[in-house]
């Protein structure tokens, strides 16, 4: 009996004897086979105290485990044995990590074999020593550390999408643009974007094209967002609608998003090739034709201006200028049930009073606001149009009487309109034209909306801008394209602690807008940087006193009660924090009050709004760094991961516990050689 129990103490004296450490990259390159590559992805320190365990072979044993669940297991019949040396021993990645022994779990091994990465999401690295038998000699038996695998979010399209129709000649001055991959991967991965045209074929799908066509067009792109169509490639000669994408991959041409082939969601566009006019034999008659004698234009004369001279325009005043005219009138606009009053300048016109050359422009009310405006008969220097000119032009739209119409309006208006003119769609969606264009092919109209926005956001409303959207006498070309922020926009929280700065589209920043159809509203697109006090937070490293560290956050939706958007931080210090600082790849912002970000859990020492009304900066998981005084003898300080953190009005909250951080010898704290057993954060309100 005490034989067989010194037999069965043998095992527990050596793992006594027997200690790990271990550290890691806690968000680590996705690519995993690259890991025995790079030796700061782990770092395994094993001490052994007993000279008498001095040459006993072993193995070290690798697991990675999402969820309490092993994703990554190591074959050990495939791994070499070492022997333990007395003393300390300092094991690298390229040394813990043998690739071609690792096994993964069946959907796990799916996924690496078509995408080379690990999927996203957090993971625990753990490490053991096992003897020839399969017995742990390790104390702690085994050893593991959070790893945080990035999720990349696809592109998104930016030109040309939603059916836009191209002629021709646009084509070759056309950009394809879109929106880079989020986060930025690690410059060791590098990023480049395969852009994929295809055309698409009656009655085939622009998804089963785009898949099973040859391309038109695959291009890689590197260091940019954009590329103009080719040059050497030829316009079509007839019409064809087109599907096209774009995939983000590494310089080892691994995609980033494992969904959809790695593509962004499939755009379509087409260009429109217009019918050869029809022949004629008689050259001097065609001519005549493309050149006609002028006319002339009088009070009381109709003149016929827009597509194939499909709006009357009731001259009320005309002054010859040679064979050109000057004068005003009023157009009649079907879908207002209204008349505009117009005015002109230099126009010339046919002997049936077509308009051939000019331009006829709608009149402005004199006691309007002043505003930007794209066509004018007279040049002028003009400033851009700003959120304030948007909301002052639709705050005097509102505050004057008949002066907002219904799209499709029932009863006519017995009195001539000017500019700007309110017009209100079915949803009950509000906008302002502020300026009308006839010309001899196409009519149009600019517009700007403030959107309302809740109260809580530190202004009504948001000022966006639509240019160049056509018209004609019973309806609006929908969809006409979108509304854009006119300008980057920066609001407080009710105490100022954090800015929003609202983003205005443009080659780097998807922006902030609103697409409609013809019942009016049909979706927002959200961009904004969130920059926190520094009372808060600091950057890291700190080297402007007044920089501020920033969340980049965007959103899409349909309504903006449902508004919850998703983004990355900033790495970050806390402040009063004793030196921690903090990096999230994933954190949401919610804005909505009938919806709370996806998964949220809040805090046990939370004492804010806990319901659907919560509102506020969400993070499921995240990376701690703890203090510059505490170092690893491996180099760098000790990091723990961190669940569930809020910064809202009142600050942050976070609730985090490790155990078994670093064991000792392995560890300082200040200048003192150290173990750190538990590591205890609790922080309420900005509060440590």
Not at 84 to 90: A, C, D, M, N, R
Not at 260 to 288: K, M, Y
Not at 513 to 522: A, C, L, M
Request: glycine share 6%; hydrophobic share 40%.
């Amino acid at each position: 009996m005490l034989l067989l129990a010194c037999i069965l103490l043998i095992p527990a004296a050596a793992s006594a004897q027997v200690t790990i450490t271990l550290s890691v990259d806690s968000n680590p390159n996705p690519r995993i086979a690259d890991w025995v590559n790079r030796s700061e992805i782990a770092i395994l320190t094993v001490t052994n105290t007993s000279p008498r365990l001095e040459g006993t072979e072993y193995k070290i044993n690798v697991r990675m485990l999402q969820n309490g669940r092993p994703v990554v297991e190591t074959r050990m019949n495939q791994v070499s044995s070492r022997q333990l040396e007395f003393g300390t021993q300092v094991f690298m990645a390229d040394e813990i990590i043998s690739y071609s022994a690792l096994q993964f779990s069946g959907s796990f091994e799916q996924k690496i074999a078509q995408t080379g990465l690990l999927p996203s999401g957090f993971y625990s690295f753990c490490v053991s020593l096992n003897d020839l038998q399969g017995q742990v000699l390790s104390t702690p038996q085994e050893v593991c550390m959070p790893m945080n695998i990035t999720s990349y979010q696809a592109p998104e399209l930016i030109y040309p999408t939603s059916d836009i129709q191209l002629t021709p000649q646009m084509l070759s001055g056309t950009q394809l643009a879109w929106t880079p991959v989020t986060p930025a991967p690690p410059a060791g991965m590098g990023v480049k974007y395969i852009v994929t045209v295809t055309e698409v074929n009656p009655p085939q799908a622009a998804s089963q094209a785009f898949f099973v066509n040859y391309p038109v067009i695959e291009e890689e792109v590197t260091g940019m967002t954009q590329m103009l169509w080719p040059v050497d490639l030829d316009p079509p000669s007839e019409t064809t609608y087109f599907a096209w994408s774009v995939k983000a991959v590494s310089f080892d041409d691994e995609p980033y998003v494992e969904g959809n082939s790695g593509f962004a969601s499939i755009g379509t566009f087409t260009v429109s090739v217009p019918a050869p006019p029809a022949e004629d034999d008689d050259e001097e008659e065609q001519e005549e034709e493309e050149l006609p004698p002028p006319g002339v234009l009088a009070a009381s004369d109709t003149l016929y201006a827009g597509q194939n001279g499909e709006f009357e325009v009731i001259v009320t005043e005309s002054t010859p200028k040679g064979q050109a005219f000057s004068g005003a009138g009023t157009v009649y606009i079907g879908w207002l049930m209204a008349r505009v009053e117009v005015e002109f300048d230099s126009i010339t016109v046919d002997v049936d009073k077509k308009l051939i050359d000019g331009k006829i422009i709608a009149k402005k009310y004199d006691t309007a606001p002043v505003y930007p405006v794209d066509w004018v008969l007279e040049a002028f220097a003009q400033a851009p149009f700003t959120n304030q000119a948007a909301n002052e032009v639709v705050d005097w739209v509102e505050g004057q009487t008949n002066l907002t119409i219904p799209y499709n309006n029932l009863t006519e208006y017995t009195n001539p309109v000017k500019m700007p003119l309110g017009l209100n769609f079915p949803n009950g969606t509000e906008y302002a034209i502020t300026e009308m264009v006839f010309r001899s092919d196409k009519s149009e109209f600019n517009m700007i909306a403030a959107q309302s926005v809740p109260a809580s956001w530190g202004t009504s409303r948001l000022g966006f801008r639509g240019k160049n959207i056509r018209f004609h006498p019973s309806n609006i070309e929908m969809p006409p394209g979108r509304i854009e922020l006119v300008e980057d926009i920066t609001l407080g929280n009710v105490n100022n602690k954090i800015q929003f700065v609202f983003k205005k589209p443009d080659t780097n920043h998807l922006g902030c807008y609103i697409e409609w159809d013809e019942d009016g509203f049909k979706e927002y697109g959200i961009e904004l940087e969130a920059l926190f006090t520094r009372d808060w937070l600091i950057p890291s490293p700190d080297n402007d006193p007044n920089k501020k560290v920033a969340a980049s956050l965007s959103a899409q939706g349909t309504s903006w009660t449902d508004l919850i958007l998703g983004g990355t931080l900033e790495r970050a210090e806390i402040v009063n924090g004793a030196g921690m600082t903090i990096l999230a790849d994933s954190l949401f912002y919610d804005f909505s009050d009938v919806l709370n970000p996806p998964g949220i859990t809040f805090p046990e020492n939370y004492e804010g709004e806990t319901s659907e009304l919560f509102r506020g900066f969400y993070m499921s998981a995240l990376e701690v760094e703890l203090p510059e005084t505490w170092q690893t003898h491996a180099g760098g300080q000790p990091k723990i991961g961190v669940y569930d953190m809020i910064i809202d009005d009142m600050g942050l909250t976070m609730l985090a516990k490790a155990t078994n951080v670093i064991q000792f010898p392995n560890a300082n704290v200040a200048d003192l050689v150290a173990s750190i057993d538990t590591v205890h954060v609790e922080m309420v309100a900005g509060s440590l």
